[in-house]
């Protein structure tokens, strides 16, 4: 999102917060990207990308409560980010809720897919990073998948035990 001339200041410098924090980020500095998202969002409110940068710093920190905030409001911002449905459905597998964070990671791969649609030729790691994203998306899901089955086996299990 690069500012025209007609933008505000405040856009402007929220655009200038972004890539602060992009720098930060890169640089593994969690905390600084995170304080220079939450500024930038602070001014612009409004824009998804803020939530998913500052979501990803958190993901990064394992801190799957923030996640899962910044994600829901990056996608009532923009429904359409497999970003943001992503991360959304790590952070819920993460809190165990299998079902939701299933269906998150299926909306995120058909997002993705969607922006891509030759994302489901394997291509080689780093030639095309819309197609890396799809092919970890998809290893994701069939991880939760499997976490869910073995969640529901174990409790019919536990179920079997204690009827005899």
Known sequence: MAPSAAESPSAMQAERLRRDGNFCFKKDRFGAAIDAYTEAITLCPNVPVYWTN?????????DWTKVEED?????????????????????????????????????ALDLGRCANPQSYIVEERGANPQSYIVEEIWQELA??????????????????QTLK
């Open 71 to 107: 994600c829901r409001r990056a996608i009532q911002l923009d429904h359409s980010s497999f970003k943001a449905h992503y991360m959304l459905g790590l952070a819920l597998q993460q809190r165990h809720e299998y079902a939701e964070g299933i269906k998150e990671l299926e909306r």
């Open 143 to 160: 991880k939760a998948k499997y976490q869910e089955w073995e969640h529901e086996s174990n409790k019919r299990s536990w179920e079997l």
């Open 54 to 62: 500052r979501a990803l710093c958190h993901l990064k920190r394992n």
